[in-house]
């Protein structure tokens, strides 16, 4: 229940505003200063996705002041072992930022480019050529997400593919058995279609398992030592967080859904990772040190998601602006039995990863959400806040691409 202040700062990031010995010149540039987290207002974003059904929930923040983080309730309801900061858990898609980064290391090497057809390095694959990689990347392929179906009913639904392992022939098969969404480029529909195809280009392009490739241009770079691409083993190995989903049906038990192939999302969501390196990994993106400038630019370069101006998608990559002005970019994870949000800001000066153990309960994620807010914009003062923003950018719901799912 205790808030870690860590006096060490982040990544040895200078604090901002800290004294110096030289006075500033009047006509100095001064450096803005980011508000200080409301770690009071992250607690109670923990404690709402707790009061709306997660047995725990836990966010890590770094910043120019250092590292904070919070854990509340349980990892586990058997053992009733504490939520953990360093436990692990599955980051759904925060697994397609991953992918992304991966694939976009190829095209700067020249291996793929981003406005070429999918069926030029994957003959025949899909039934239209006017599909780019871009497309794929940016939700705008209009390949249908056959997880719809799937997940139609949640808790069959689960079950019935938790222990099995798909091909990504098989997954897109699925896809291509309905109907395609939108022509292709012309409108954003979330489908996990599009980053099995990102799998199967990094596959074809490197010739090694994209758990390979996360690995020697990702997780070892940046020493991430709790992160894995795990398929498809089921368990989720060293200190984890179990995951518990929502049956639809209310009052049902939760389901643990922790062990699990993910063979059904694999490159669009097989990833596991802790609340530490979610932070080193935005971290380190928006400071280009995973991507070229150019390519940086491109996975940054967004479209709104929603009519709220608020929401925006890059190339695996999604934006958020916050009510105080101040935008942040990373991705957000739905995953049996775990939510999670993973963002920087622009800068990566500022970073928050967090995670509710469970699932299928948007009010929970949407809770969830509310950690953003309060880590990056700070606290409020009640008096000067008017009363549409008072109500926030989190009374949106947080599954917006998901309708038929709440
Ligand atoms: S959905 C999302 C989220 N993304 C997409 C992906 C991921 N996750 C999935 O596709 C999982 C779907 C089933 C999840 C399950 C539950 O809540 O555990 N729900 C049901 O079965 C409902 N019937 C767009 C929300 C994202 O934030 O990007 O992760």
Request: proline share 7%; charged share 20%.
């Amino acid at each position: 229940m205790s808030v870690t202040l860590i006096a060490a700062l982040a990544a040895g990031i200078a604090p901002v505003g800290a004294a110096s010995a030289t006075p500033l010149a009047p006509s100095a540039p001064t450096v803005p200063t980011a508000p200080a987290p409301d770690m009071e207002g992250v607690t109670a974003a923990l404690n709402a996705a707790m009061a709306n059904g997660s047995p725990g929930a836990m966010a890590r923040y770094t910043g120019p002041g250092g590292v904070q983080t919070q854990a509340l309730g349980v990892r586990d309801r058997v053992s009733g072992a504490a939520m953990d900061t360093q436990a692990r858990f599955r980051i759904g898609s925060v697994s397609k930022t991953f992918s992304s980064v991966v694939l976009l290391q190829l095209v700067d090497e020249g291996r793929l480019e981003l406005d070429t057809a999918v069926n030029s390095y994957l003959p025949g694959l899909l039934p239209d050529d006017r599909i780019t990689v871009r497309h794929l990347l940016t939700h705008r392929s209009g390949l249908a997400d056959y997880t719809n179906a799937m997940f139609n009913h949640t808790v069959p639904g689960f079950e019935a593919v938790r222990n099995r392992v798909f091909s990504y022939q098989e997954l897109v098969d699925l896809s291509l058995s309905e109907p395609r969404t939108t022509e292709p480029g012309v409108a954003y529909k979330y489908s996990n279609t599009n980053f099995v195809v990102v799998g199967m280009l990094i596959e074809k392009a490197t010739g090694r398992p994209v758990a390979k490739e996360y690995q020697r241009r990702i997780i070892k770079p940046l020493g991430l030592r709790n992160t894995s691409y795990v398929h498809p083993e089921t368990r989720i190995k060293g200190l984890h967080a179990r995951g518990y989903l929502h049956p639809d049906e209310s009052g049902a038990p939760l389901v643990d859904s922790t062990e699990q192939t993910v063979s059904w999302a694999q490159s669009a969501g097989a990833v596991i990772s802790n609340p530490a390196d979610l932070n080193t990994f935005t971290t380190a993106l928006m400071r280009g040190r995973l991507l070229s400038p150019r390519m940086l630019d491109a996975m940054t370069t967004v479209t709104p998601t929603d009519t709220t101006n608020t929401r925006f998608y890059g190339l695996g990559l999604r934006r958020y602006d916050l009510s105080c002005g101040t935008q942040v970019y990373g991705h957000t994870g739905t995953v049996q039995g775990f939510y999670t949000y993973a963002f920087a800001t622009r800068d990566g000066r500022r970073s928050l990863a967090a995670m509710a153990n469970t699932s299928n309960r948007g009010a929970a994620n949407t809770a969830l959400g509310g950690t953003l807010e309060a880590a990056f914009c700070g606290k409020k003062p009640a008096p000067a806040i008017s009363a549409p923003m008072a109500r926030g950018f989190w009374a949106l719901p947080a599954e917006e691409d998901l309708p038929e799912r709440r």
